[in-house]
């Protein structure tokens, strides 16, 4: 079992910049595909960006050219950097293990708490 901790949101205004952390409380070394999550007031959870163990990454087409995820196994952390933030980024970013089933990215139920990011003009 692993326990994600997500931390590193807050308030900011459009054009500027956050990054997330996820502390892992056991090793993701082994965890093929990490990902970041975001849920929205009276939307479902989407995924944003996920990044595989040799580093291949991808990302929503929302937030592709504006956000960079990143992982460090040593660490056992993974990292959200949000550039260019626009109100509608507005919502609670979760980390969490991924697998892929049948080609269907599916997350593990390891949620944490989440860390709120507030975009505001």
């Known amino acids: 079992q692993v326990q994600l901790v997500e931390s590193g949101g807050g308030l900011v205004q459009p054009g500027g910049s956050l990054r997330l952390s996820c502390a892992a409380s056991?090793?993701?070394?082994?965890?093929?595909?990490m990902g970041w999550y975001r849920q929205a007031p009276g939307k479902q959870r989407e995924l944003v960006a996920t990044?595989?163990?040799?580093?291949?990454?991808t990302y929503a087409d929302s937030v592709k050219g504006r956000f960079t995820i990143s992982r460090d196994n040593a660490k056992n952390a993974v990292y959200l950097q949000m550039n260019s933030l626009k109100p509608e980024d507005t919502a609670v970013y979760y980390c969490?293990?991924?697998?892929?089933?049948?080609?269907?990215?599916?997350?593990?139920?390891?949620w944490g708490q989440g860390t709120q990011v507030t975009v505001f003009s």
């Open positions: 056991g090793s993701i070394f082994s965890i093929e595909i």
């Open positions: 969490n293990a991924i697998r892929d089933v049948a080609g269907i990215l599916e997350p593990y139920n390891y």
């Open positions: 990044i595989t163990s040799g580093g291949s990454t």
